[in-house]
């Protein structure tokens, strides 16, 4: 049985009896919820950003970096290089950008050509929204199809890493007008965002219960060359644990380990923790996650060229 396998595994790992116990509680929790499915997902959605490599912001876990790495569709390139990516196959696009001084990316701003899209292209519509109010949620219930939101749960992250005078509320208000206006929600937070170490993870994981997410995704602080935060070391693999055993204990949807997380042996080791902390779905796994699935006798589900954010 899984749960053998599972126990016999946590029990050798270097971790406190905490850590120990409240995996093999979530990894238990997982089985009776999603059965012995685990699923990857290869391939997200291509990212578009509606501001190029601007944004008003200077956050400094990012500083524009991933905005560089995201296809341009600012000016009027968006409709062209949608209709391309559908001609390739994909089967959806994850709408981006740069923040504007009130934390909102500008998605709204671009209704008549998104709607058009989405009529021409039938491609799922995913965004990510930052900050918004109501009338804005009004307008991207339109069109969108998932709203993709970070969600920080402490007002000095808020401040001193993103750059933005707003506070916690402002996201719990940004979730309420997009539930209210109909748009299913996969909020995402932001582990180890303050410097590495853990800072409102579990009061985001409170606020995000209130509004029933279709699927809640972790992502995973990246130290990133350029940035104020390079030299800053991602979080510690066992408070990583902590938060997806917490999430695991909270809810019952899916959850999602983002593709945004570091890479190389780090990745290889947190993708095995998270499997054994009840995590069901990973974006882009590491050959350890195939490796640990296998060991574990879990059936790996793999889908292409979807966003791990949406229900299967």
């Known amino acids: 049985m899984p749960d053998d396998r599972a126990k016999k595994i946590i029990d ?70 949608t209709v391309r990516l559908k001609e390739d196959g994909a089967k959806g696009i994850l709408v981006s950008g740069g923040r504007a001084p009130d934390g909102s990316v500008p998605t709204y701003k671009y209704k008549d050509v998104i709607v058009k899209l989405k009529k021409d292209t039938r491609l799922k519509i995913s965004a990510h929204t930052g900050i918004v109010n109501r009338e804005q949620a009004q307008i991207l219930s339109q069109y969108l199809d998932m709203a993709l939101v970070d969600v920080p749960g402490d007002d000095e992250t808020i401040q001193d890493i993103l750059g933005l005078p707003s506070t916690v509320s402002d996201y719990e208000d940004s979730l309420k007008y997009l539930s209210h206006a109909g748009i299913p929600l996969a909020p995402h937070i932001i582990v180890g965002l303050h410097d590495g170490q853990l800072k409102g993870e579990m009061r985001a994981l409170e606020l995000v219960k209130k509004f029933d997410p279709e699927v809640v995704v972790l992502v995973i602080f990246i130290p990133t060359r350029g940035t104020a935060m390079e030299g800053i070391a991602p979080p510690d693999v066992h408070d990583v644990v902590r938060v997806i055993t917490k999430a695991r204990e909270m809810f019952d949807v899916p959850l999602s380990l983002s593709c945004v997380r570091p890479g190389g042996r780090y990745r290889s080791q947190l993708d095995m923790y998270a499997i054994l902390s009840g995590m069901d779905r990973i974006a882009v796994p590491s050959m350890n996650a195939y490796k640990m699935s296998k060991e574990l006798g879990l059936n790996i589900r793999e889908i292409q060229k979807m966003c791990c954010s949406y229900r299967i």
């Open 12 to 81: 050798a790992l270097d971790a406190s009896p905490e850590i120990k116990a409240s995996m093999f509680h979530a990894f238990t929790r997982k089985h009776e919820l999603h059965g012995n499915d685990i699923t990857f997902f290869k391939e997200p959605f291509t990212p578009i950003s509606l501001t190029g490599a601007q944004c008003s912001l200077s956050c400094r876990h990012c500083n524009s970096h991933y905005l560089s790495h995201m296809l341009d569709g600012s000016g009027d390139k968006l409709y062209s290089r």
